[in-house]
Antibody, heavy 114, light 108 residues
């Protein structure tokens, strides 16, 4: 069974930084693209970033380019999102998801409040 | 960026009824790369349909997807109590990936 567990969310001041982590289990993590998707509570879904299996390719939504960095550690079955220069509009629940385009498994999310 | 517009915003139906949800794209979705997700309150989304019409693993055949180009439809043939939720479409034919605003299917 696919299990994705996010951590690292919390309250941060505008301009601050946070690093989100996602621990994966139940599947061969190194074989999958991975993504981050966010959702303002009560609102819709918004794709944030994705990363190729070996980390050699990444993509970002325009509003986070240059501020957020997605990375992974296949030895630790872990996905990360380094968020710098945070803004109020980054406030959301951040989900880790398996897949780069079709998202076949999701974590429960971690709340980031700026 | 492709904008996806879902309608209606809310669908009020009774268990056993048929639900028809629409997703319209601002431009043609390449190769019909359109997915549908279900989200229940307090839960993560779950993949239902990909490639416009292919059911994901474990999804009952009461869920079906259709459409091409700019117009797509998710149909739930007979609503079960657990089907009342919010449904999102998502296109992955071009970057950035985008989601529709969602359709809430509520109990009438």
């Amino acid at each position: 069974e696919v299990q994705l567990v996010e951590s690292g969310g919390g309250l941060v001041q505008p301009g601050g930084s946070l690093r989100l982590s996602c621990a994966a289990s139940g599947f061969m993590f190194s074989s999958y693209w991975m993504s981050w998707v966010r959702q303002v509570p009560g609102k819709g879904l918004e794709w944030v970033a994705n990363i190729k299996q070996n980390g050699s390719e990444t993509s970002y939504m325009d509003s986070v380019k240059g501020r957020f960095t997605i990375s992974r550690d296949n030895a630790k079955n872990s996905l990360y999102l380094q968020m710098n220069s945070l803004r109020a509009e980054d406030t959301a629940v951040y989900f880790c998801a398996r897949g780069g385009v079709v998202l076949t498994g999701w974590g429960q999310g971690t709340l980031v409040t700026v | 960026e492709i904008v996806l517009t879902q309608s209606p915003g809310t669908l009020s139906l009774s268990p056993g009824e048929r639900a028809t949800l629409s997703c319209r794209a601002s431009q043609s979705v390449s190769s019909n790369y359109l997915a549908w997700y279900q989200q229940k309150p307090g839960q993560a989304p779950r993949l239902l349909i990909y490639g416009a019409s292919s059911r994901a693993t474990g999804i009952p055949d009461s869920f079906s997807g259709s459409g091409s180009g700019t117009d797509f439809t998710l149909t739930i043939s007979r609503l079960e109590p657990e089907d009342f939720a919010v449904y999102y479409c998502q296109q992955y034919g071009s970057s950035p990936l985008t989601f529709g605003g969602g359709t809430k299917v509520e109990i009438k």
